[in-house]
């Protein structure tokens, strides 16, 4: 009784406070725990460990209430009319008006106000009426967690999106080169290959090892989806020479920083199995002759003469006719540089066209 006087020091009892509240309306401001129970609730003088807070909307006065007595203000607001004062001391009534504050807290009383159970229809059967409400309650929380989950999930997917957009965007030039190195065509795959290739990119550049599974459906887009190359024997023939033939000129000292890089990449061209435009063999012709120094003169007359298989020379200008060597301009082990004569009658030149050795014959045959 002592601890009670003190309290009373601090704390006004309010009999009827929550009727007063349920009246004026309130604002529930939320709970305080003590840690011990040394609080008071306002409306009933029992001690407390844990404070609920309201607020009268209408004299903007605070009050704390236990637990047990908060429940009474949503008891009478949604149900006055309903229920005696007497029924608000029913533990069953009392737990009913606890799953109401629960649905008046998650903002969910208007939405269903008038789905809401009543007192009036359950003959004073308190018991059912709080089970009732228990039940719509846990419906409400299953739905709001998988609302929850399911914009959770709508989120992850947004910014996974969002990220392989910027990614793709950031990356997307690096990524085509890339595919062009393993000679693949990327206008053969469809969307689940070009993903598949991104995927595979991504695993390489972090350096990780891809497993068999992806290795070999690697191996096969390469097989399957890999550029056909079709080049004229001249072209392609000529690139390969002329850079292992420049190449074997180790001492690149002379060559400025510019030449060096050129080098470098037409070497990764030949290597990949392309073909170097007129423009680079030109080039490469000046470096050749820049790494030479001077200009060696060389007896090439014993290839003078010497006729060149029809295929060859279908292949190099569509007549299916033998050809006949005129004049040499550079040799290497594998062929030569020359100037080629049509045997057909009409005096046809092919000129600065390279010859692989293999493909010259002591005697024409027209």
Known sequence: MAELKKFNTKHEIHI???????????????????GVVEGFCQECGHLIRYEQNFVDVQTKDEYILGSICMFKIYILSHWRGQISESDLENKHLQRAGKWLWIIHRDGYLNKMD?????PKDYDNNFKKLADDLKVIVLKIRAEIKR?????KRKEKSRKLLKEEVEYKKEHEQDILRWIDSHNININKCNDWERNFLETIYKIEIKGLILSEKQNNKFNMIKNEKGIQQVVEINQNFGSIVIVNEVSKKVDYSELN??????????????????????????????IDEKLSNIKEIEDYSDYIGKGVKSWLINDLSGIWMSGTVKSVKKETDAAILCNVMVEDG?????????IPKSQLIDEVNL
Do not use: N, Y
């Open 114 to 118: 008038e789905m809401l159970p009543q």
């Open 147 to 151: 609302e929850i989950e399911e914009e």
């Open 257 to 286: 920083e510019w030449e060096k890089e050129f080098m470098e990449s037409i070497t990764q061209q030949v290597d990949a199995g392309r073909v170097l435009s007129q423009k680079q063999m030109e080039k490469l012709d000046k």
């Open 16 to 34: 009827k406070l929550c009727l007063t509240l349920a009246k004026h309306g309130f604002k529930f401001l939320g709970t305080w725990d003590l």
């Open 346 to 354: 009409s005096e046809l030149i092919l000129e600065e066209v390279w």
